[in-house]
């Protein structure tokens, strides 16, 4: 239930390090991170200022404009307004999943509200209530961090009201310059996977259109509810580009057919050979993935078209955008593996949350593929009602991933034995030097890179705690603090070197 509109706080909806494009990428003013997904009528921006909606809308009326729709998809289940031409969200001051942060202001949470029609009101009620609070408009500003505690400076700064607007007047008034704009919500959780109704919406809103009815995304920065829904649109838009191919063969000669066929829609590694080597947890597998694709045969495929689309989705070289939603799991681990704890309990939350999200993208494929060419007679989530094996497979699966990598007891015998003997000051070379190759080893599976030497020396840091006998580990936490916190691997070589036994 969401809380009356007297109670939210404006947040602004912008932040410094929205901009995630790469360099040299074109750059729309008032729409941050807009781009195309190549080679489909798909486009995602962030939150756009009351000038950004149209400047979106110049590239795709230019190349679309003589399709019967556009439909412009607002993913976001937290209201928004607009004041002074820029877009707020409204926050609560006592948002209950504050509770799953450390340290972390509730205002720095965004609304869960997966009604529509209910966060449309909200956003009207929100913007009578600031014209309410008089000509002082009090505000809070966001900024980027990972952990929500970082997202807000929680200062509340104040700047003349101007002018207040809600989604739906400005919906109206581009529609009045384009009758051909259809918007939609279909509010997404930013920091889950998509509810399996998300994808029914995507799929009602594009089933009955051709292959280039254009379509723009937009969530809060543009990044990765956007994507997963771009992802989404596009299976749906190759389904559409097959029938479409298909209905030519008998007009178009079949070898430039399936040539054609076969360069917009092939597969890497099924019809098109892979000449890149990737990390296998840089491909996404991870075991529930693996249980997927043993469990269900054609699930190969659809993981071949979904990470083809992801990797279309990304950054540069492989793609436009600005997130791999598949490798962004593995990026999120080596950064759980140096974390404190209480970012690992946040990440871990996060890491299991997206590969649910990269999981039910490999099962909407299948599903497009099995059920799209018959004409979607079923739902998703009819699918998944009858394969509700898979919603156990994933429940159960998702935390299936090495949390916490430990050296095995019996390579640390010969360490422990160098660290008790009487002259163990002159064994420390050989030690340090077998740690960091055991180190090494342990995360060998990783790509070369800070977060693998991060890894490695943290690794190394508890290694060391571990082989301490009593004697030392008694006197490095006199000099370091708690060995529970694991104290820097330099600093416990560098006090181990300066110990003397008490006479």
Not at 313 to 336: D, H, L, Q, Y
Not at 365 to 375: D, F, H, L, S, T
Not at 480 to 498: E, Y
Request: proline share 7%.
């Amino acid at each position: 239930m969401a809380p009356p509109a007297s109670e939210l706080k404006a947040m602004t909806d912008a932040f410094e390090g929205i901009d995630r494009l790469a360099e040299g990428a074109p750059r729309t003013e008032g729409a941050p991170n807009f781009r195309r997904l190549p080679g489909f009528p798909l486009f995602g921006t962030g939150q756009t200022s009351v000038e950004g909606f149209e400047k979106c809308l110049e590239p795709v009326l230019k190349k679309y404009g003589d399709e019967k729709h556009i439909f412009w998809v607002n993913l976001r289940q937290e209201p928004v307004v607009y004041v002074n031409g820029k877009p707020y969200t409204a926050r609560d001051p006592a948002n209950p999943h504050a509770a799953i942060g450390m340290n972390c202001n509730p205002i720095n949470f965004h609304l869960e509200i997966n009604n529509p029609e209910e966060c449309t009101e909200l956003e009207n009620n929100f913007a009578e209530e600031i014209r309410k609070r008089g000509e002082d408009f009090k505000y809070f500003k966001d900024q980027f961090g990972e952990h929500p505690e970082e997202r807000a400076t929680n200062e509340e700064l104040t700047e003349k009201l101007a002018g207040v607007t809600t989604i739906g007047e400005i919906y109206a008034a581009i529609k009045d310059k384009v009758p051909k704009l259809e918007p939609i919500r279909i509010p997404m959780n930013q920091e889950k996977a998509p509810e399996e109704a998300n994808f029914d919406q995507i799929v009602a809103m594009l089933k009955d259109t051709t292959a280039s009815c254009p379509v723009i995304f937009n969530c809060q920065a543009g990044i990765s509810r956007t994507t997963t829904a771009i992802v989404c649109g596009a299976l749906v838009k190759e389904l559409q580009l097959t029938r479409e191919l298909d209905r030519m063969r008998g007009i178009v000669p079949d070898d430039i057919l399936d040539a054609l066929k076969k360069k917009k829609l092939g597969l890497p590694g099924i019809d098109i050979e892979v000449q890149e080597d990737r990390n296998a947890m840089q491909m996404g597998e991870f075991e529930v993935i693996k249980e997927l694709l043993e469990a269900f045969p054609e699930a190969k495929v659809a993981k071949a078209q979904v990470d083809k689309l992801i990797d279309l989705a990304a950054p540069p070289p492989r793609g436009t955008g600005v997130e791999n939603i598949r490798e962004c799991i593995i990026e999120s681990k080596m950064t759980f593996d140096v974390s404190s704890d209480d970012w690992q309990a946040y990440l871990k939350s996060k890491i299991m949350n997206n590969i649910e999200r990269y999981f039910y993208l490999i099962v909407f494929a299948m599903y497009i593929r099995e059920v799209g060419p018959k004409g979607f007679p079923q739902t998703f989530k009819q699918y998944m009602d009858d394969h509700s094996g898979l919603r156990t497979m994933i429940e159960e699966g998702r935390g299936k991933l090495e949390w916490e990598r430990k050296i095995p007891d019996e390579k640390l015998s010969e360490l422990k034995d160098l660290l008790s003997a009487p002259e163990f000051k002159a064994n420390m070379p050989k030690i340090i030097k077998r740690i960091y190759e055991l180190s090494w080893d342990m995360f060998g599976d990783l790509p070369r890179g800070h977060h693998k030497n991060n890894s490695m020396h943290k690794l190394a840091s508890k290694t060391m705690i571990e082989i301490l006998p009593q004697n030392l580990a008694d006197f490095i936490e006199t000099k370091c603090g708690a060995l529970a916190g694991t104290p820097d691997f330099f600093d416990v070589i560098g006090q181990v070197s300066w110990y003397e036994p008490t006479a």
